[in-house]
């Protein structure tokens, strides 16, 4: 069974700072997907940033990129520019990629807890 | 652009009392999942449905039965209530198979068992 671990419960950073949220994932499988969420007070689950697993270049979207290694099996998120906004639990989550991904739904980590300091 | 809508957002429910709760979406997407999240676990997955007319187990199904009864509808029924099911619960939806697209997320229904 895949596992997804976020050894972080929570981080806290300055406003404008750069921050790093972790996540390590084990699966027998090459292809995959990999996914950072976004869950603000509102409970409301927003997805960040995708990685397929067979791209070797680190998915970027805005602010926010990644850091997939694939052989260390490790996909880190990192915020610029931090903002009071992104403050919210971060999860990072899996999926198969076996006909088409998705197909067994998502196996989240734990989540991570991030505390913007103005 | 109503994405994923689930019913009820609040519920509280007595230890043996059964509850539905209901999800539609409108994105005519043909994968359909039920999560539920709990303090410290994430979201974990309870049940899900390929296609209309199936259905497949998850992580935690005990206690749940679903039903797909369209390509819209994905159900999710307690029979007998148990404060372990204390939670907060998401649909989701998706297109799976050929391509595989972002998973939509339902707001959540905050269900508490007395």
């Known amino acids: 069974a895949q596992t997804v671990t976020q050894s972080q419960p929570e981080m806290s950073v300055q406003e404008a700072e750069t921050v790093t949220l972790s996540c390590t994932y084990d699966t027998s499988e090459s292809d995959y997907y990999l996914f950072w969420y976004k869950q603000p007070p509102s409970r409301q689950m927003i997805l960040v940033i995708r990685?397929?697993?067979?791209?070797?270049q680190n998915a970027t979207e805005n602010r926010f990129s990644v850091n997939f290694q694939k052989a260390a099996k490790s996909f880190s998120l990192k915020i610029s520019d931090s903002q009071l906004g992104d403050a919210a639990m971060y999860f990072c989550?899996?999926?198969?990629?076996?006909?088409?991904?998705?197909?067994?739904?998502?196996?989240f980590g734990k989540g991570t807890h991030l505390i913007i300091q103005p | 652009n109503a994405g994923v809508t689930q019913t009820p957002k609040f519920q509280v429910l007595k230890t043996g009392q059964s509850m539905t709760l209901q999800c539609a979406q409108d994105m005519n997407h043909n994968s359909m999942y039920w999560y539920r999240q709990d303090p410290g676990m994430g979201l974990r997955l309870i049940y899900y449905s390929a296609s209309e007319g199936t259905t497949d187990k998850g992580e935690v199904p005990n206690g749940y039965n679903v039903s797909r009864l369209n390509k819209r509808e994905f159900s999710l029924r307690l029979e007998s209530a148990a404060p372990s099911q204390t939670s907060v619960y998401f649909c989701a939806s998706t297109v799976t198979g050929t391509v595989y697209t972002e998973a939509f997320f339902g707001q959540g229904t905050r269900l508490t068992v007395v």
């Open positions: 989550a899996y999926t198969p990629g076996y006909s088409g991904g998705g197909a067994d739904g998502l196996t």
């Open positions: 990685q397929e697993a067979y791209k070797q």
